[in-house]
């Protein structure tokens, strides 16, 4: 795999093109924008947060790389890399975003698949937890904090967008995705993680249903399942599942006591992949 720079941002401010600077990015008002010492760009303006610290927590992030480094979701990882490099022609570049990347795992899964494709990689994240470990372990691709609801690229410069377990923002993907682009959602299907579900939760909400109909800009392309068991050998590793999810706020402090006293515990992954393509 030929892993090429991403080059292509907008200033959160402007939405005028960013040049790369010595030190970090500027654009032609005179906006500036520093490089971290991990390498990544801070382009959520503070005007522009919800809070002081949005997005996942540095325990999430922490919990959630022990996790995935576990090989958990390597099948997700797995199929995701394989639509993904199927869309196009082989021998055309590809320009790719992770639009709420966390700590990178799934970009650094897709840079590491045998293949010809040469790729531009952006990873992007509100938290900055998540796009700080994540510039820390592979400079190779583009790390920006920044928000689904502006995406600081231009219009119609991507040819993939993923959305993992995300909240997605269907206008702001078609806008920044070429015509025939490629949309890929990865949703928790309605298996997903079940076991842990009945421990920590009274009652199970009834499952959500299939979205039918594509958002405003798509048509649906592929929907595919990922499913298989997990067996979590430690307390440790139940403890990192439930931290880095929503569920970790979500369940009583009975559910949450009940976890904590698992030393092994079998879970089911079932997730949906589903593609469209920008019309």
Same mark, same amino acid.
């Given at each position: 795999?030929?892993?090429?720079? $991403? ?12 040049? @790369? ?28 947060? /919800? ?7 540095? &325990?999430? %992030?922490?919990?959630?790389?022990? $996790? !995935? ?12 890399? /394989? ?12 320009? %790719? ?7 990178? *795992? *799934?970009? /650094? ?11 531009? !990689?952006?990873?992007?994240? %509100? ?5 700080? &470990? ?32 995300? $909240? ?32 920590? *939760? ?5 499952? =959500?249903?299939? /979205?039918?109909?594509? &958002?405003?800009?798509? &048509?649906?392309?592929? $929907? ?24 970790? *706020? ?26 469209? @393509? =920008?019309?």
């Amino acid at each position: 795999m030929s892993i090429m720079p $991403f080059t292509t941002l907008t200033c959160p401010l402007e939405g005028e093109p960013l040049s @790369r600077t010595d030190g970090g990015w500027r654009c032609p008002q005179g906006h500036t924008f520093d490089v971290s010492r991990q390498g990544h760009v801070n382009l959520l303006p503070v005007q522009k947060k /919800r809070s002081l610290d949005p997005g996942d927590s540095k &325990a999430m %992030i922490a919990a959630r790389r022990r $996790f !995935l480094e576990a090989g958990h979701y390597q099948g997700i990882a797995e199929a995701v890399s /394989r639509r993904v490099l199927s869309h196009g022609l082989a021998h055309e570049s590809l320009a %790719i975003l992770d639009a709420g990347c966390g700590e990178g *795992y *799934y970009l /650094r899964a897709l840079a590491g698949v045998e293949s010809a494709r040469r790729l531009s !990689l952006l990873g992007l994240d %509100i938290s900055k937890w998540a796009v700080q &470990a994540a510039a820390g372990r592979d400079k190779r691709m583009q790390w920006v904090v920044g928000s689904n609801a502006a995406l600081p690229v231009p219009d119609q410069s991507l040819d993939v967008v993923l959305c993992m377990f995300g $909240f997605p923002t269907p206008a702001e993907f078609a806008r920044v995705l070429k015509p025939g682009g490629l949309l890929l959602e990865v949703e928790a299907g309605p298996d997903h993680l079940i076991e842990l579900r009945e421990i920590i *939760y009274p009652t199970l909400k009834a499952p =959500r249903e299939t /979205r039918q109909a594509p &958002a405003p800009g798509f &048509a649906f392309d592929t $929907f595919d399942a990922v499913r298989h068991e997990r067996s979590l050998g430690s307390a440790e590793q139940i403890a990192d599942l439930l931290v880095m999810t929503p569920h970790l *706020y979500r369940a009583s402090a009975e559910g949450r006591a009940k976890a904590s006293a698992l030393a092994r515990l079998d879970v089911t992954v079932d997730v949906q992949l589903r593609s469209s @393509r =920008r019309l």
